[in-house]
């Protein structure tokens, strides 16, 4: 065997499953869309049997993803809702999960259902608050789930001490990963023994693609993953996972550039007399500033404000957009505006949405790769609609 060096994860990114294909000689790997494989014979059966189970799109997916996070194993699910929801099937009934009190509404909507139907429990904390961490961990909870930075309002969460501390009372810790992906944040490598991803978004890259990754650190986790993927009947489509490896070559030039445009309007709406206040990691003024600088390598792409009105000037403010999408989702090429209260996160009650801090006048932007001076031009203009 040929030694392997260990590669840069921008390397690993576009190189992995690289000139794999050993029937033609491919170097991007090929389509393989059938839903069945032939057997050899009674009792051997070849690498892949049935498509739920095995494809060669969904493990090259696996294999590359496995490998950018550090980690044993992935699995391809069918969205990221999927991927959190394969993890809980690790859980023995009524296990308690303890998880952020400002996640994305989605993960508290999957939760508290679980919780409504007797399966698990669940409590939402504060996971900046030691104390509020140390109490839910005396409750000895069987898994720490971190969303960080936390969708929409940028929260830092220290994974090295949340899963340092989630170890001691025996927890599994499990991080979302979606704002940031494995080019800018590794979850494995600072204690999470789970990272899960909505690869609808960096990933992906290219808002054309709903899909999920779990990716575990321990072979055996990884494994069982696997297995109840298979059961349950959760695993992502061979085309959407051909899509997906696709978009993810680009992921390092894209969040670069991203990321750039992103700093730059953060500091355009810090100046702004109609904002409020900004949520970003990247600007030296944020809380989460100095965590942020030690554990990821980038501030990343997302960002929110408070906007100096009330709900109504929100509406006005959003009725004219144009290069900014008004649209959910995120970590596209082209950039999206957002009203999470009434949409990523109505799913949430009232009540919760104001103990995690959404409010009716927090916007969120998914920052694109357009010039950031057409960028700036927008969100001036619809500033200046604002105050008609
Ligand atoms: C942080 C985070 N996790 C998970 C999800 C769920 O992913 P999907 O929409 O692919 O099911 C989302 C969706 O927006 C998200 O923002």
């Known amino acids: 065997m040929p030694h392997k060096p260990s590669y840069q994860n ?26 069945t494989y032939k057997f050899n014979g009674l009792d051997d059966m070849g690498k892949y049997d049935y498509g739920r189970g095995g494809n060669p799109n969904r493990d090259a997916l696996a294999k590359t993803l496995a490998e950018m996070e550090e980690g044993a194993g992935a699995v391809v699910t069918s969205s990221g809702m999927a991927a959190i929801d394969l993890v809980l099937n690790l859980l023995p009934n009524h296990a308690l999960v303890i998880a952020p009190h400002d996640c994305y509404g989605g993960t508290h909507r999957l939760l508290r259902s679980r919780q409504d139907q007797g399966r698990l429990r669940v409590e939402f904390i504060n996971q900046n608050s030691e104390r509020a961490v140390e109490r ?22 220290d994974i090295q001490a949340l899963s340092r501390a989630a170890h001691k009372v025996g927890a599994l810790v499990v991080c979302d990963n979606t704002f940031l992906s494995p080019a ?7 204690g999470a023994d789970i990272v899960v991803h909505s690869s609808t978004k960096y990933i992906n890259g290219h808002s054309d693609v709903v899909g999920g990754i779990t990716v575990a650190k321990d072979e055996g986790v990884a494994e069982q993953l696997a297995w109840w993927a298979n059961c349950t009947g959760v695993t992502g489509a061979p085309f959407d996972s051909f899509l997906t490896l696709r978009g993810l070559r680009t992921l390092h030039a894209r969040l670069a550039i991203q990321e750039t445009n992103a700093l730059k309007i953060a500091k355009f709406l810090t100046d702004h007399d109609k904002v409020a206040k900004v949520f970003y990691p990247g600007l030296e003024t ?24 009330d709900r109504a000037g929100v509406g006005d403010f959003l009725a ?9 989702s995120l970590g596209g090429t082209e950039s999206l505006i957002c009203h999470p209260a009434s949409m990523t996160h109505r799913a949430m009650s009232e009540e919760a949405r104001k103990v995690a801090g959404v409010s009716d006048t927090l916007i969120r ?8 001076n057409d960028q700036l031009a927008e969100l001036s203009l619809l500033f200046s609609q604002l105050s008609k």
């Not at 800018?184 to 600072?190: S, V």
């Not at 004219?320 to 959910?328: D, G, I, P, V, Y």
């Open 184 to 190: 800018r944040q590794q979850p494995l490598k600072m």
């Open 365 to 372: 932007l998914s920052v694109g790769l357009e010039h950031t």
């Open 10 to 35: 921008a390397t690993v990114c576009v190189s992995s499953q690289i000139g794999n294909d050993t029937a033609y000689g491919a170097v991007t790997p090929p389509l393989y869309l059938s839903s």
């Open 320 to 328: 004219n957009t144009s290069l900014f999408q008004f649209a959910e």
């Open 286 to 309: 944020d809380p989460g500033y100095d965590l942020a600088k030690r554990q990821q390598s980038g501030a990343g792409a997302m960002l929110s404000f408070e906007l100096a009105t």
């Open 136 to 157: 839910a961990l005396d409750e000895k909870p069987a898994l720490v789930f971190i969303e960080t930075p936390s969708n929409p309002l940028m929260r830092v969460y």
